[in-house]
């Protein structure tokens, strides 16, 4: 079986999935290297050519290596060579369900959630309806058309992309002309509208063990730059805290864990998966779940099993005897 790092993609998160790759290449040196350039086109890519892309969260990466054709063509190759895909990517039809399913009807394994939960827990709408099955609890939507008077009950607003990760589009609407730019980004793709939660960010990862049993690990406490945890904060400011384990009570912290796990079960997620939530005066109040959360050397979901005291290095070997288990080549 060829182990084979595919990074890049076609969505917004593409440049945070580069840095994905370097860490994933620092951890599996022998694996091979796939980039899905955003032409739609895959290439073989030297680790020399990733390693020296020093600033990966600002500017494009450009594989050296030759064209395998568009992402079909190189997953009928993946199944013909016996490969098994250790996903670097993020968002868009990498983390939709897309890919996943692409790579199923080819019985190629990979790494991660299968094509039906990624698909639920891409979609926030839908994945906090679930998460209320399970116990979880989520704020209210707020509809387009009401967007004015759920600001005038609850002063204040967040909007951001139904589909979407690394908190790319999100709006603070925290005042009436607020309501123009997010009717303005509805235009292009759905949004999700809610009444801002104060309080504490928190994000939990949780992570399937080889007997297929799941364990939360410690829950990371965010203080954000500027007071929201946009793409700017998660991976350019200097100033963002990320505090593993976060300074929460006994109380929270199990009750955190508990939360990211029913929704990581619900959503029947597979392999590893982080939720994120805020504690507020109120009670803690669910978000999202990330199926392919961000592995680079600056991640939450590293860090935490860092504190767990997981090597990174046989978190992703176990992911891979998993991924491995579940679809035989």
């Given at each position: 079986m060829r182990i084979t790092i595919l990074f890049g993609g076609l969505s917004k998160e593409r440049l945070v999935s580069v840095a994905t790759a370097q860490a994933l290449h620092s951890a599996l040196p022998d694996a091979d290297l796939w980039f899905w350039d955003v032409d739609g086109s895959v290439h073989d890519t030297s680790p020399a050519a990733l390693l020296a892309h020093i600033r990966p969260f600002e500017e494009p990466f450009k594989?050296?290596?030759?064209?395998?054709?568009?992402?079909?063509?190189?997953?009928?190759?993946?199944?013909?060579?016996?490969?098994?895909?250790?996903?670097?990517?993020?968002?868009?039809?990498?983390?939709?369900?897309?890919?996943?399913?692409?790579?199923?009807?080819?019985?190629?394994?990979?790494?991660?959630?299968?094509?039906?939960?990624?698909?639920?827990a891409f979609d926030k709408v839908a994945a906090k309806r679930f998460a209320a099955i399970a116990g979880v609890r989520a704020p209210q939507g707020v509809a387009l058309d009401e967007m004015e008077a759920a600001l005038a009950e609850h002063?204040?607003?967040?909007?951001?992309?139904?589909?979407?990760?690394?908190?790319?589009?999100?709006?603070?609407?925290?005042?009436?002309?607020?309501?123009?730019?997010?009717?303005?980004?509805?235009?292009?793709?759905?949004?999700?509208?809610?009444?801002?939660?104060?309080?504490?960010?928190?994000?939990?990862?949780?992570?399937?063990?080889?007997?297929?049993?799941?364990?939360?690990?410690?829950?990371?406490?965010?203080?954000?730059?500027?007071?929201?945890?946009?793409?700017?904060?998660?991976?350019?400011?200097?100033?963002?805290?990320?505090?593993?384990?976060?300074?929460?009570?006994?109380?929270?912290?199990?009750?955190?864990?508990?939360?990211?796990?029913?929704?990581?079960?619900?959503?029947?997620?597979?392999?590893?998966?982080?939720?994120?939530?805020?504690?507020?005066a109120n009670g803690m109040v669910y978000l999202e779940t990330n199926t392919l959360p961000g592995l680079t050397k600056s991640s939450l979901y590293p860090k935490s099993l860092k504190v767990q005291g997981i090597d990174f290095v046989d978190f992703l070997k176990g992911q891979i005897a998993l991924a491995a288990r579940r679809t035989p080549v």
């Open positions: 594989a050296d290596g030759r064209s395998l054709g568009a992402i079909e063509p190189a997953l009928d190759r993946a199944s013909a060579e016996k490969r098994l895909l250790v996903f670097g990517l993020h968002g868009g039809v990498a983390e939709n369900g897309e890919l996943q399913a692409m790579c199923e009807m080819r019985n190629v394994p990979f790494t991660g959630s299968g094509s039906a939960s990624s698909h639920l002063g204040r607003l967040i909007a951001k992309p139904a589909r979407d990760g690394s908190s790319y589009g999100l709006i603070f609407v925290n005042a009436t002309q607020d309501l123009v730019a997010v009717r303005h980004a509805a235009k292009t793709e759905d949004y999700l509208i809610e009444p801002f939660v104060a309080g504490v960010e928190a994000t939990c990862g949780v992570l399937e063990q080889a007997d297929g049993s799941v364990i939360a690990l410690p829950p990371i406490e965010i203080i954000p730059a500027d007071g929201g945890f946009d793409y700017t904060a998660k991976y350019l400011a200097k100033s963002t805290q990320e505090i593993c384990p976060g300074r929460f009570s006994a109380e929270v912290t199990a009750q955190i864990m508990d939360q990211a796990v029913r929704a990581h079960k619900v959503m029947s997620c597979r392999g590893y998966s982080r939720s994120d939530f805020i504690v507020s």
